[in-house]
């Protein structure tokens, strides 16, 4: 394994509901990353956090809300999603923003019925 | 426009057989190259990652190329097992706003058939 783990593996959620993805990382990285990744798409930047603190926003819906309140847990707050979200959702951390491998989790498979 | 493109999007080969996967790239100014291995339910492993000054690197069987000149880098798989049977992914790191940042291409789906 990567040393980077993700809960729940698998999500089914209306689309008027609430709930959150967890990322946590055991290698003693700084900088955690969000990705979505749809079919025959390439992997989409959502966040980045660097030392707890948000980087990167690459202009992502309010809807997705992350979190992270320490530099080994981060979290994707989900609330009012769209069937066009469902995704799979892919969290990684590296030694320091850029610097370094990215570790992939194994993902969250999101569907918004 | 910083791109990765990468062909073919899927492709079918029997086991034992050699394949080779495309990357073309327009990523300025290029930090490195990686290929990314992502099994189904997964997320990518890296399986090499070369600099500007390199144009080879193996992993067991997998070798990969990287002509800077032309922005192109291949992947090479010899005597395919089943369990190569994946997604390659060809991302690309760019030094972007003070930091490293990666370029994802879109993959290509592998399938090895017995």
């Known amino acids: 394994e990567t040393g980077v783990t993700q809960t729940p593996r698998h999500l089914v959620m209306g689309m008027t509901n609430k709930k959150s993805l967890k990322c946590e990382q055991h290698?003693?990285?700084?900088?955690m990353y969000w990705y979505k990744q749809s079919a025959k798409k390439p992997l989409e930047l959502m966040f980045v956090y660097n030392f707890k603190e948000q980087t990167e926003n690459n202009s992502v819906p309010s809807r997705f809300s992350p979190e992270c309140p320490n530099s080994s847990h981060l979290f994707l707050h989900l609330h009012t999603l769209q069937p066009e979200d469902s995704a799979l959702y892919l969290c990684a951390s590296s030694q320091g923003q850029g610097a370094g491998e990215q570790y992939f989790g194994p993902g969250t498979r999101l569907t918004v019925t | 426009k910083n791109q990765v493109e990468q062909s073919p999007q899927s492709l079918i080969i029997l086991e034992g057989k050699n394949c080779t996967l495309q990357?073309?790239?327009?990523?300025?100014?290029?930090?490195?190259l990686r290929w990314y291995k992502q099994d189904t339910g997964r997320g990518p492993v890296s399986l090499t990652i070369?600099?500007?000054?390199?144009n080879t690197k193996s992993n067991g069987r997998y070798t990969a190329t990287l002509d800077a000149d032309t922005k192109q880098s291949s992947l090479h798989i010899t005597a395919s097992q089943l369990s190569d049977s994946a997604s390659y992914i060809c991302?690309?790191?760019?030094?972007?706003?003070?930091?490293?940042?990666?370029?994802f291409g879109a993959g290509t789906r592998l399938a090895v058939h017995p």
């Open positions: 070369m600099t500007f000054s390199e």
């Open positions: 991302v690309v790191t760019s030094f972007s706003g003070g930091y490293n940042k990666l370029i």
């Open positions: 290698l003693g990285h700084n900088a």
């Open positions: 990357c073309n790239y327009t990523v300025s100014p290029f930090s490195n």
